[in-house]
């Protein structure tokens, strides 16, 4: 299994439509979980952390399953601004006290009008 | 506060050439990264720092040189350029292990 592997995309859909991203990580020891949001040609911006417990912000909601090693984000009502790429990111020990985040490959989205 | 600030936006260089990319923080962040971003790779780490004066080796390191003299700069080298570096790089800082990281806007380089 490849360490944080996503859905491939792309997904195109209407405005205020609900959609949903998987991922799956290889890491059980992973001890930290985000998405961030990358615009064409920009740098990565984190959308938001991932708890355990379940959060939300607004219209994005995150969903961890620790023992499914399994992430996802619930976006609805989507808005033509929420055209991006989507990355999930996982963090792994990486030897010598340190820890490293791992990017997946990103699933894009596009929302139209 | 700039937030993480990298110079230039954009340079090409020819095969054998040389050059140096900066990176500054102004979070005063301990850990400091370099990535390429090539498309369909996904992000992936060159080099990193966990505090001033430190490096430590990434993902894809051969090739590229780093140094952190300073708790806010991070520098990457390229000692000859090959065209296979041609790709877009992200600096980025963060407080620790745990927490977001944040990036810089990117340098596009084309080795001809």
């Known amino acids: 299994r490849k360490e944080v592997e996503q859905d491939p995309g792309p997904f195109n859909v209407p405005e205020g439509a609900t959609v949903a991203f998987n991922c799956t990580y290889s890491n059980s020891a992973s001890q930290s979980f985000f998405w961030y949001r990358q615009d064409c040609r920009k740098e990565p911006k984190l959308l938001m952390s991932v708890y355990s417990s379940g959060n939300e912000d607004g219209r994005f909601t995150a969903q961890l399953n620790r023992a499914s090693q399994y992430i996802s984000l619930l976006i609805r009502d989507s808005k033509l601004s929420d055209s991006a790429t989507y990355l999930c990111v996982v963090n792994r020990y990486s030897g010598a006290g340190s820890y490293q985040l791992t990017f997946g490959k990103g699933t894009k989205l596009s929302v139209i009008p | 506060n700039a937030g993480v600030t990298q110079t230039p936006k954009f340079r090409v260089l020819k095969t054998g050439q040389s050059m140096t990319l900066l990176c500054a923080q102004d979070m005063n962040h301990e850990y400091m990264y370099w990535y390429r971003q090539d498309p369909g790779m996904g992000l992936r780490l060159i080099h990193y720092?966990?505090?001033?004066?430190?490096?430590a080796k990434g993902e894809v390191p051969d090739g590229y040189n780093v140094s952190r003299l300073k708790k806010q700069n991070f520098l990457l080298g390229l000692e000859s350029a090959a065209p296979s570096q041609t790709s877009v790089y992200f600096c980025?800082?963060?407080?620790?292990?745990?927490?977001?990281?944040?990036f810089g806007p990117g340098t596009r380089l084309t080795v001809t």
């Open positions: 980025a800082s963060t407080l620790g292990d745990y927490y977001e990281q944040y």
């Open positions: 720092s966990v505090g001033e004066g430190t490096t």
